[in-house]
């Protein structure tokens, strides 16, 4: 029986989404309904679509029996409130990163998939890339020796998107793309707590940082180093340093489709997409919609490869850096 899917908001990355559940198979994954603030944008993206309901509020999509799990993809200042509706609606949630904007919005987002006995997880795609996977199996298999130290970058211009920039949007580089670092590092440590963390950061005109680095250090002295940019392009790469060797993947770490393990390169293509998308790889999102299905299929409540430790984890340092920064938002002042 397929997964059946509800799709809130009718933005970017539901549209691509939606894009790459069309990769997948209908046997095993369709799209039930779609929900906007508006109900135009809905009907326009259903047609687009070919989905077979549209609502013009998210409270009409939390009533529909027909949907198993529902895809959040409004921006994060929302994902509190959006989450929390469709859970105490017995929804299962898959919810776009990051999960929450602090890390008492994300406990609370966790208590209600534990008081619901439903099924959440932050839509860290990243993590369930064939490349990611093979990471893992690598690290796993020993294959460049005890790790030391992990360099992680992203960064993009940025500075025209206010959804990425502007505070009362959630934007800033260390809340927007941060979490693209720091899930490879804590994939990499097992989620393994930090010892230490050292953050500065470039500050933009809307008090959000522009770009902010960030140094920790774990156990036995080793150490990650993470910078993330909304305002330069970076090289965008990760490589993870051993003591027999080094994994790299030299570019587009937040969709990896290629890894260079001690020299050797290996190569992951992607589906092609049925329409054009509003990012490159956005056909990557495929596999995490699979984990949802697999995870569902098994009746776990969270994701093995994306565990709610993990997204507590990365949003206590992402609040450390920002307070060490400081970065503030409003849902910080919130008692």
């Known amino acids: 029986m397929a997964t059946r899917w509800g799709i809130c908001s009718a933005g970017k990355i ?34 687009k679509h070919n989905i077979p309901r549209a609502y013009g509020s998210y409270n009409e999509l939390a009533k529909d029996p027909d949907i198993d799990v529902v895809y959040v993809g409004t921006i994060h200042p929302h994902h509190l409130s959006t989450g929390k509706l469709f859970m105490q609606s017995k929804k299962n949630v898959l919810i776009e990163k990051p999960l929450a904007m602090n890390s008492r919005e994300v406990q609370e987002l966790i208590t209600a998939a534990r008081d619901n006995s439903v099924f959440l997880m932050e839509a860290v795609w990243t993590r369930f890339f064939p490349a990611s996977l093979e990471v893992r199996r690598l690290l796993h298999q020993g294959e460049v020796g005890d790790v030391q130290m992990v360099r992680a970058e992203m960064g993009l211009q940025f500075s025209h998107v206010p959804r990425l920039t502007e505070r009362r949007l959630g934007g800033g580089a260390v809340l927007s793309l941060g ?125 093995p490869g994306m565990p709610w430790s993990h997204s507590s984890l990365i949003a206590e340092v992402v609040g450390e850096a920002r307070r060490q920064m400081g970065v503030t938002y409003d849902q910080d002042n919130i008692q």
């Open 14 to 47: 539901c549209h691509d989404f939606s894009v790459a559940l069309g990769t997948l198979t209908p046997e095993d994954h369709q799209i039930v309904a779609v929900a906007a603030r508006d109900l135009q944008h809905a009907e326009a993206f259903a047609k």
């Open 179 to 303: 979490i693209y670092c720091l899930q490879f590092i804590f994939m990499v440590f097992n989620g393994e707590r930090p010892e230490s963390i050292q953050a500065t950061g470039q500050f933009m005109d809307t008090g959000v940082d522009g770009t902010t680095v960030l140094v920790l250090k774990f156990a036995g002295n080793r150490l990650a180093i993470c910078t993330f940019s909304i305002t330069m392009t970076l090289t965008s790469d990760v490589v993870i340093t051993g003591t027999k060797g080094t994994i790299k993947i030299p570019h587009h770490m937040w969709s990896p489709t290629t890894l260079e393990v001690n020299g050797k390169e290996m190569q992951f293509p992607l589906p092609e997409p049925g329409m054009p998308l509003n990012h490159k790889y956005s056909t990557g999102l495929r596999y995490e919609a699979e984990e949802v299905r697999r995870c569902l299929l098994e009746g776990l409540k969270e994701s």
